[in-house]
């Protein structure tokens, strides 16, 4: 079935080093993917998204790179803060206002 | 300038009790969804909300789930009968509906079935 997965489920980043979280999903027919950040006890946050006419897409220290070839998603976060810990989760939603499809996620820990 | 609001934030029901969870969703916002949250995974759908209007209900596990949103504003999701497996944060979202999908998220509520 249509589904969004993780490469990794933990990454360990050096404070002020740059991480970046990969994912891979399955489904050709979603035109517009989104990142999440997740801590303890909160809901999903909205960090970044982009559509699907679309391969590179950059925010305040993050950028979302999409590969509709191999049908690859990252996120790139720059200078890696404590306050960047977290669960990221990756999401497609195949039309606008519809569901959204998350992953499974990637904690990830930064390192002092 | 209140996001969306869960509660309770916590509840703990023994098995075969009937649980309510309401979200308050942000003032204006046409969309609602429910989302269940295993621990250690990614939410998952259950119900979508246009309005008062429930136009997505594929998600929901069994016919023991119930989601209603009578004026188009607050919603409840009912578990009846709970069971173990019915275990997890159960996550509300709203957003402004149409173009503008970004949707927000609640704190959600954590149940555990005893």
């Known amino acids: 079935g249509e589904s969004v997965g993780l490469h990794l489920p933990t990454l360990s980043v050096q404070e002020g080093d740059n991480s970046i979280i990969n994912c891979a999903y399955s489904?050709?027919?979603?035109?517009?993917f989104i990142w999440y950040k997740q801590e303890s006890g909160k809901g999903p946050q909205f960090i970044i998204d982009?559509?699907?006419?679309?391969d590179k897409r950059q925010g305040q220290r993050v950028t979302v790179l999409l590969n509709k070839t191999v049908k690859h998603l990252s996120l790139q976060i720059a200078a890696t803060q404590p306050g960047d810990s977290a669960v990221y989760f990756c999401?497609?939603?195949?039309?606008?206002?519809?569901?959204?499809?998350f992953g499974k996620g990637t904690r990830l820990h930064i390192l002092p | 300038g209140a996001g969306v609001s869960q509660s309770p934030r916590y509840k703990v029901a023994k098995r075969g009790q009937d649980v309510a969870l309401r979200c308050d969703p942000i003032?204006?916002?046409?969309?609602l969804f429910w989302y269940q949250q295993a621990l250690g995974q990614g939410p998952e759908f259950l119900t979508y909300?246009?309005?008062?209007?429930?136009?997505?209900k594929s998600g929901l596990p069994s016919d023991r789930f119930f989601a209603e949103r009578p004026e188009g504003s607050v919603s409840t999701l009912k578990i009846q009968r709970t069971q173990q497996e019915d275990s997890a944060v159960y996550l509300c979202?709203?957003?402004?509906?149409?173009?503008?999908?970004?949707?927000?998220f609640g704190p959600g509520t954590r149940l555990t079935v005893l």
């Open positions: 979202a709203s957003s402004l509906g149409g173009e503008r999908n970004e949707q927000f």
């Open positions: 489904n050709s027919a979603s035109d517009y």
């Open positions: 982009i559509r699907s006419n679309m």
């Open positions: 999401a497609e939603i195949a039309n606008r206002d519809d569901k959204i499809i």
């Open positions: 003032s204006g916002h046409v969309s």
């Open positions: 909300f246009q309005n008062e209007a429930q136009l997505d």
